[in-house]
């Protein structure tokens, strides 16, 4: 079992910034990729970004492709989202995933666990 309790979130203007991070316990950190993904009201929980077991490999949404910046301190068991020039359509809830594979995923179902979520609200 592996608890993930996200953080960082709120309420910031379109072109400003905010960093998530998500902290992890339970299981060896370190043998999950980790993932991000957003549910805006109405709409279906989608893809944000990814990072594997090490930290070497990424993958974004095309969404925020140079937007936003996932990482991972292994040590600290943590997984932050750097999401900078925030536009109106990020606002959404914010969740944190882990995931038992080798290989990184986009797909919601391939995600063991779960965090709570946080708001990221960006007003225009």
């Known amino acids: 079992q592996v608890q993930l309790v996200e953080s960082g979130g709120g309420l910031v203007q379109a072109g400003g910034s905010l960093r998530l991070s998500c902290a992890a316990s339970g299981r060896t950190f370190s043998n999950y990729a980790m993932g991000w993904f957003r549910q805006a009201p109405g709409k279906e929980r989608e893809f944000v970004a990814t990072?594997?077991?090490?930290?070497?490999?990424?993958y974004y949404a095309d969404s925020v492709k140079g937007r936003f910046t996932i990482s991972r301190d292994n040590a600290k068991n943590t997984v932050d989202l750097q999401m900078n020039s925030l536009k109106p359509e990020d606002t959404a809830v914010y969740y944190c995933a882990a995931d038992r594979g080798f290989f990184i995923s986009t797909m919601t179902a391939q995600y063991d666990y779960w965090g709570q979520g946080t708001q990221v609200t960006v007003s225009s």
């Open positions: 990072i594997n077991r090490s930290g070497g490999s990424t």
